[in-house]
């Protein structure tokens, strides 16, 4: 049997190997979209068998606790043994942060102190307790990364030091070349759907916020009681145009009269004349 770890990982067999478990949650908005990560089927009329693969969306992320009782039983039943666990609480694998560069120049990067140091180890075989280190598990792709570089990094662990990095779902595979290829194009692509989804929630914000400041500027109405206690809302009287406005200062039935107006005569005036 060969001793190649990727190799072995690439046939399913662990049997002695030491496994650490890597579990990302995130809170922030691209987790609702639909991500290039684990596989589901879903019912679709147009297919022969009734149902269609689509990826899993941010409702489908398994909590803290179910991904590493995952892991763990995944590689327990492949032979291995699960002695460490990486937790990233509230992460976000694909929002890039600014970040000065020693040199004094400035860049944009994904921010992931643990899943840095994961990859260290890995690199090393050995766990922060000290542990033998053989291989990194996560749950499907998209906890493993949205970012290319991230992605990057990954791979060159896998072919360069030669420590397997897989998944529990399947979507996931960095020991091949064809499936490193496709690995690229699914983190592209979740990649773009966190960045459609964020344009998304800031166009959503930008609505409510006008909303809001439309409110805040209209004039206030007044209202009414009626004896039934049914509520009458009335426009303040400035948000009247003026021809309303002047009309209401009329009597029902009267129409202005138009060019020279001329005051008829009283009852009893002098020179006046009396009406029969």
């Known amino acids: ?26 809170l922030e908005a691209e987790d609702e979209e639909l991500s290039a990560s684990s596989v589901r089927r879903q019912p679709d009329h147009a297919s022969e ?3 269609k693969w689509r990826p899993a969306t941010g409702r489908d992320i398994k909590s803290r606790e179910e991904q590493e009782k995952d892991a763990r039983r995944f590689v327990e039943s492949h032979g291995g043994r699960h002695v460490y666990t990486y937790e990233e609480p509230d992460t ?15 860049s944009y990067r994904v921010i992931r102190p643990v899943f840095e140091g994961a ?6 075989g050995t766990t922060p307790d000290g542990q ?12 493993l990364t949205r970012d290319n570089r991230h992605l990057e990094d990954a791979i060159e662990v896998v072919e360069n030091f030669r420590r397997p990095i897989i998944d529990i779902t399947g979507t996931l595979d960095l020991l091949t070349d064809n499936g ?39 004039p206030a109405r007044s209202a009414t009681r009626t004896t039934s206690g ?6 303040p009287l400035h948000s009247v145009r003026p021809s309303s406005a002047s009309s209401l200062e009329r009597p029902p ?10 005051a008829s005569p009283r009852r009893g005036a002098t020179g006046g004349a009396r009406r029969p």
């Open 1 to 26: 049997m060969t001793d190649d770890l990727v190799q072995r990982a690439h046939w399913g067999d662990l049997e002695g190997q030491n496994w650490a478990a890597l579990v990302r949650l995130s």
């Open 49 to 51: 068998s009734g149902t």
């Open 92 to 106: 976000s694998a694909w929002k890039r942060k600014r970040v000065r560069q020693p040199d004094g120049t400035i």
């Open 119 to 124: 990859l260290e180890d890995l690199k090393r």
């Open 132 to 143: 033998r280190l053989d291989g990194l598990i996560v749950y499907d792709i998209d906890r």
């Open 180 to 218: 490193r290829t496709v690995a690229r194009l699914l983190v592209t692509v979740a990649n773009k759907s966190s960045a459609d989804t964020a344009r998304r929630v800031r166009r959503k914000h930008h609505k409510v916020c006008s909303r809001q400041e439309s409110r805040q500027a209209a």
């Open 230 to 235: 049914s509520l009458i809302l009335r426009k």
């Open 253 to 262: 039935g009267r129409s202005q009269p138009t060019g020279t107006s001329r």
